[in-house]
Structures are given as C-alpha cells and as structure tokens.
Nanobody, 126 residues
Framework: QVQLVESGGGLVQAGGSLTLSCAASGLTFTRYTMAWFRQAPGKEREFVAAFSRRMGGTYYSDSVKGRFAISTNNAKNTMILQMNSLKPEDTAVYFC???????????????????WGQGTQVTVSS
C-alpha cells in the first residue's frame, strides 16, 4: 500500500524560504514519478513540480521556476521541495503525489496521479 506523508509547511514572510518533505512508503521510489501540487482556497489544484527518473528530468510550473527546487533522497524514499523567495500567492495546501505509469503529456494534470498525501499548509504573509 502506497503512503505519502508531507511535512515542513508553516507560516513565513514574503521573501523567505521553506522546505517541504514527502516521505514515501510502499513503492519503489526510483520507478515512480513524484510530484508536488498545491491548492489555494477556492482554486483548482495546480501543478508545482515533478521529478521522474524514468522520464529523465525535473519539471516546474512557470510560476515557481527559478524559485523552487525539487530533489530526492532515494535511500530514504523522500522527496524534497525547497521553496525560496516565497510570495503571498504561493499560499496554499501543498500535496505530494506519485504515479508509476504517468506519461510526459499528463505530468502537469492531477488526474494522472494515483497516490496522494494529506497535504501540508504553506502560508506566506505580505
């Protein structure tokens, strides 16, 4: 049974940094595409970043490119999202997701992911 658990959210001032972690169990980490999505109140869940060893790369939304960085610790089955230069519009619940079968064209769509964590709140004050 796949389980994803996010941690590291919190309250930070604009311009600050936060590090989110996603601990994965029940899957072979290196065979999965791992992603971060976020959802602000009243808005749809949106793609933030993804890492896929199978597809050979990392992917970012335009809104976070250059500010956020995704990395993995394969020994610990953990994915990290380093968030720098945070803005109030980054405020959302951040979710970790995984898929063993997603293809590149589906990468940015939440419907392509089979497994989700419970989410962690990130609040950026102005």
């Amino acid at each position: 049974q796949v389980q994803l658990v996010e941690s590291g959210g919190g309250l930070v001032q604009a311009g600050g940094s936060l590090t989110l972690s996603c601990a994965a169990s029940g899957l072979t980490f290196t065979r999965y595409t791992m992603a971060w999505f976020r959802q602000a109140p009243g808005k749809e869940r949106e793609f933030v970043a993804a890492f896929s060893r199978r597809m050979g790369g990392t992917y970012y939304s335009d809104s976070v490119k250059g500010r956020f960085a995704i990395s993995t610790n394969n020994a610990k089955n953990t994915m990290i999202l380093q968030m720098n230069s945070l803005k109030p519009e980054d405020t959302a619940v951040y979710f970790c997701a995984s898929s063993a079968t997603i293809i590149t064209s589906q990468l940015r769509f939440h419907s392509g992911y089979a497994h989700w964590g419970q989410g962690t709140q990130v609040t950026v004050s102005s």
